[in-house]
């Protein structure tokens, strides 16, 4: 089976940075995601990874360690738009997608 | 707007009764997928197609069966809906390979009483 950890919250202040752990352990390995959900919606699709290092997208960066089975999720200049659920998943050596359960950013002001 | 629809948008249902969940893409993905998500445990994948003609089960396939008769349609149906099966369901598609993501529908939440 697949285990994929991740924390259940975190709070942080409008324009400081977050960083979102996510340890894997499955069978196999094809890349790493990460999704953000705002509440009622879909996820949409952040990051993705499959070497490791780190991947920059404007204020969204993604680090992986695939000997660690270790990825974070860096937000940096926090907007109050980014308080949303983030999701870490795994494609397995299938390509299926397992999920984490989603860490909770709560913004404030 | 290309993407995913999922219809209905919410239902409540008896248990018992029998429930299609009806998801269509236009983005000409071959592969397909439903999740169920849960508080807690989050996006558990249920079935999945990865073409046309071909299903698979994911992680909790029980109660649940799905078909591929095209490309773009996915139904799911609950053929006696139990309260536990009460959750908000997820349709999703993508590209074959490994490095492409899966774009998700809005999703269609379903109470079962």
């Known amino acids: 089976g697949q285990n994929i950890d991740q924390p259940t919250e975190m709070t942080a202040t409008e324009g400081a940075i977050v960083q979102i752990n996510c340890t894997y352990q499955?069978?196999?390995?094809?890349?790493l995601f990460w999704y953000q959900q705002h509440a009622g919606e879909a996820p949409t699709f952040l990051s993705y990874?499959?070497?490791?290092g780190l991947e920059e997208k404007g204020r969204f960066s993604s680090f992986l360690s695939r000997s660690k089975g270790y990825s974070y999720l860096l937000l940096k200049e926090l907007q109050m738009k980014d308080s949303a659920s983030y999701l870490c998943?795994?494609?397995?050596?299938?390509?299926?997608?397992?999920f984490g359960a989603g860490t909770t950013v709560t913004v404030r002001a | 707007i290309a993407g995913i629809t999922q219809a209905p948008t919410s239902q409540i249902l008896a248990a018992g009764r029998r429930m299609t969940l009806r998801c269509t893409q236009d983005m000409r993905h071959n592969a397909m997928y439903w999740y169920r998500q849960d508080l807690g445990l989050g996006l558990r994948l249920i079935h999945y197609s990865n073409t046309a003609g071909t299903t698979g089960k994911g992680e909790v396939p029980d109660g649940y069966s799905v078909s591929r008769a095209n490309t773009d349609d996915f139904p799911l149906t609950l053929a006696s809906a139990v309260p536990s099966q009460t959750s908000v369901y997820f349709c999703a598609s993508s590209e074959q390979g490994a490095a492409y993501e899966q774009y998700f529908g809005p999703g269609t939440r379903l109470t079962v009483t």
């Open positions: 998943a795994v494609r397995d050596g299938d390509y299926k997608l397992s």
């Open positions: 990874n499959v070497l490791d």
């Open positions: 499955t069978s196999g390995f094809n890349g």
